[in-house]
């Protein structure tokens, strides 16, 4: 067999499609490889005693081919491209020793330099793959490759790593829910769509650091809606959507948590679909479940809580446009998360006992959940609008009732691991 220690590999791409494919051996190595073959349209034949149970999965759908024995000479026969991946040495060696004779591209699991091909640490981002492999097999480190891989791929789909297109893109919009506060908890298709915007309209809620790292180019309208203070009107934003779309920009509507969670996303929706605009939706983490949990509250515990309800507090239960059937609510027996209800706690905590929730039941309160200025106040429903008050609670804020909010310890940070 050739050497190859001085002698860099020749990257290529195989178009595997409908083409013969053969492994040998079912286990771990083969678990990780076989999607990627499946994926790529192989055509393929398993040759093993046994398998790992996601393997034989594959095989019971259909998916792959697979022959319930050892390997022997002539599996080969007609294959385009072989993984030798089996615990058996002696069978190892004999199908790549077939393979060399047939001269059938073969990677070996257990011994890279009986080998004629290498698998690259790949990775995929927006119809891109990323292949990293060591130049040579000599100081070869999979590891490195893995990393050098992660860290390319990661910059692609955070924008971090600059990659222009060379082509024209669709104006058209894109609700893009940003998560609960930090930046690093949006989606990775959220922040690939920010990277790429030429205009972004953002809440005050949403992850605003991200926005120091836009190009100075991006124009960036503020779209804050401040509980008794200063706003931008709904109209205002749909209509700052409509002409930026119009113009033939790549417009970013940022909002926190999730577009449709109380969110005024399908508003928002709804008047692009209206003009014809082009509108993607990119769910965001909700606050009503990330904040809890950045507190250390599950919003759901085995044998404490079997529901959760999500309610918007942001109209008084006496109100006459509340939509919250309050009497309901407090006969459920899970979690309950209030969203936007700082100022009516009180008034909501006070109508819960009056239809008959105990006045003791725990009450948690997450001012700023996930974020550097977060903080935890504790109560129950009978003192929580006093609370408030002395501690000074503000919003944003996310509010939970109910026995989980006693289930575990706090945290010693926003985002403690």
């Not at 990627?36 to 398993?46: M, P």
């Not at 990330?290 to 529901?307: L, W």
Request: aromatic share 4%; glycine share 10%; charged share 25%.
């Amino acid at each position: 067999m050739a050497e190859y220690d001085d002698h860099p590999a020749y990257p290529v791409g195989l178009r595997l499609n409908g083409r013969r494919v053969v492994v040998v051996g079912g286990g771990q190595v083969a678990q990780r490889r076989l999607p990627a073959l499946i994926a790529a349209g192989a055509d393929i034949t398993l040759v093993s005693p046994s398998a790992t149970a996601s393997v034989e999965a594959m095989a019971d759908t259909g998916e792959i081919r697979w022959e319930r024995r050892r390997y022997r000479d002539g599996d080969l026969a007609d294959t385009w491209y072989a993984l030798v991946a089996s615990s058996d040495a002696e069978a190892n060696d004999a199908a790549s020793a077939e393979a060399e004779r047939t001269r059938t591209w073969c990677v070996r699991s257990d011994d890279a330099e009986a080998a004629t091909a290498w698998t690259p640490a790949t990775g995929r981002s927006e119809g891109i793959t990323v292949a990293v492999l060591s130049t040579t097999s000599h100081g070869r480190d999979p590891r490195h490759s893995a990393a050098v891989r992660d860290a390319i791929v990661e910059g692609l789909r955070d924008g971090t790593l600059a990659a222009p297109h060379h082509r024209t893109r669709a104006p058209g919009v894109a609700l893009v829910g940003g998560g609960p506060g930090d930046p690093d908890l949006i989606t990775v298709r959220g922040r690939r769509l920010l990277a790429e915007a030429d205009v972004v309209i953002a809440d005050r809620l949403g992850p605003r650091d991200l926005l120091d790292e836009l190009p100075p180019h991006v124009e960036v309208i503020d779209a804050a809606k401040i509980p008794y203070g200063r706003y931008m009107a709904q109209e205002a934003i749909n209509q700052a959507l409509i002409d930026h779309a119009k113009a033939g920009r790549s417009v970013v509507r940022l909002k926190g948590g999730d577009p449709f969670v109380f969110g005024r996303g399908m508003e928002e929706a709804q008047a692009l679909a209206a003009e014809g605009i082009t509108c993607t939706v990119v769910p965001g983490i909700s606050s009503s479940i990330s904040v809890p949990g950045a507190a250390g509250i599950p919003v759901t515990h085995r044998g404490v809580a079997h529901e959760f309800t999500v309610v918007s507090g942001h109209v008084a239960p006496e109100d006459p446009r509340s939509l919250v059937d309050w009497k309901a609510l407090a006969r459920l027996r899970g979690t309950l998360v209030l969203l936007m209800a700082v100022d009516k706690i009180g008034a909501i905590a006070q109508a819960l006992v009056t239809h008959g929730k105990d006045p003791g039941t725990p009450v948690a309160l997450v001012q700023e959940g996930t974020t550097a200025a977060q903080r935890r106040v504790d109560a129950t429903l009978a003192d929580v609008g006093e609370r408030v008050v002395a501690e000074a609670v503000r919003p944003p804020a996310v509010i939970v009732i109910g026995d989980v909010v006693g289930v575990g310890p706090e945290p010693a940070g926003p985002l403690a691991d």
